[in-house]
């Protein structure tokens, strides 16, 4: 859950987590379906899946017990170098260095390098992994990790309450904040997508995202990005088309919104529409018709949970 997630938007997620799922062979068995709806808003769903390969993996290739050598346990799905890192350091005191994000600037600037290049990279694992030779590798890493976090920030260096000031390269010149230098990121894109919500009768039409995709395994409202030239309306009629086989007429305007992901962000405009008669369903997506008392039961993209907050000021049908 920590994976790109601060430690205070995750707490609420861990204590509802565990007092549902409190031992990994509840995870293992529970329907993937559930474990994301648990798992609803906090985002990079795919480590919601690999934890439950990862509990299928260990109970049935490990008889329940996680593998405690760094080559085994590197191999389960979800660990990386970081995770594998961290977990043997403070769990079996075993001499890993965990480089997070944290880390690599307390070093960098321990250590003077202006760039984490892989070579640098290399040079602070080396140091800290020669730290650790003295014993307490999990204490050093937890050590570091909240340096980083709460004294020798991305902007704000406060040299003076660290313990590693005087023996701190950085911390010697005048602007210890310069290193490392700041990597420069390009404006991510924005896309203006238009859905709908497509009645028949008391009951609207939802479409389960492929796994392999992103946000993979929630479901959503058919729809897609608008192409050049297109309006609203018709881009929606030809998405609906392409990716339902169905004709629709789109009616009114239910609002817009902005959401903003890792590397894109969007745009979603979306619109009732009433599902036209003699027309079949053709789709190679699961989906369902809910009604909208269903959606607590199934797991939603946030930006989804955007449109609901509107339906639910505006009314739900058309």
Known sequence: MLQQTQVDTVIPYYSKWLKKYPCLTDVAKANEEDLLKMWEGLGYYNRCRNFKKAGEIVLTDYAGEIPTDYDGFIQIPGVGE???????????????????????????RFLKKKTVSRYNKKVIHNHIFNWMEFGSPGDINQALMDIGSQICKPNQAHCYKCPLEKSCLAAQTKSPESYPATKFHKPIPNYDVVTGVIWEHDKFLILKRDEKN????????????????????????????????????????????????????????????????NTILKTTQPNRWIKPDQIKDLPFPKANHKLFAILNKQGWHV
């Open 82 to 108: 970081y995770i594998a890192s961290a977990v043997l350091s403070m769990s079996h005191d075993k001499p890993h260095p965990a480089l997070d994000g944290n880390i690599m600037r307390v070093m960098s």
């Open 214 to 277: 992103h946000l993979g395994g929630l479901w959503e409202f058919p729809g897609g990005k608008i192409q050049n030239g297109e309006n609203h309306r018709k881009a929606l009629a030809r998405e609906i088309k392409e990716e339902c086989g169905i004709d629709v007429n789109v009616q009114s305007k239910i609002g817009s919104i902005k959401h903003v992901y890792s590397h894109f962000s969007i745009h979603m405009t979306s619109f009732h529409c009433v599902f036209k008669k």
